[in-house]
């Protein structure tokens, strides 16, 4: 089966840091450009960053701009999304995404519409 499994969130202070992990299984990650979305509660879905198979990387989120970055690891079939300076409005369920090889990370946003694989999501809280 293949599947993208998500860890790594949690309960953080403002101002402290998370890394989430997306691990994927039954396929080979590093085919796929993978971007992260996150929803908050009463709020839409919000696409953050992407990271091409080759590793080029887009920020289509300005709130996030130089506090978070992505990462892949292709011998770990893993992606990271390292968050720092964390904020209450950072507050979410971060999801990651195996993104269709039609897709060209930078090119467009990215959206629902994109995605072959979904992770089943992880919480990150920010609150003191």
């Known amino acids: 089966q293949s599947q993208l499994v998500e860890s790594g969130g949690g309960l953080v202070q403002p101002g402290g840091s998370l890394k989430l992990s997306c691990a994927a299984s039954?396929?080979?990650?590093?085919?796929?450009?993978v971007g992260w979305f996150r929803q908050a509660l009463g709020k839409e879905r919000e696409e953050i960053l992407c990271i091409s198979s080759s590793g080029y990387i887009k920020n289509y989120a300005d709130s996030v701009k130089d506090r978070f970055t992505i990462s892949r690891d292709n011998t770990k079939n893993t992606v990271y999304l390292s968050m720092n300076t964390l904020k209450p409005e950072d507050t979410a369920v971060y999801y990651c995404?195996?993104?269709?090889?039609?897709?060209?990370?930078?090119?467009?946003?990215?959206?629902?519409?994109?995605?072959?694989?979904w992770g089943q999501g992880t919480q990150v809280t920010v609150s003191s």
């Open positions: 995404t195996a993104l269709s090889r039609r897709y060209i990370a930078g090119d467009r946003r990215y959206g629902a519409g994109d995605v072959d694989y």
């Open positions: 039954g396929f080979t990650l590093d085919a796929y450009a």
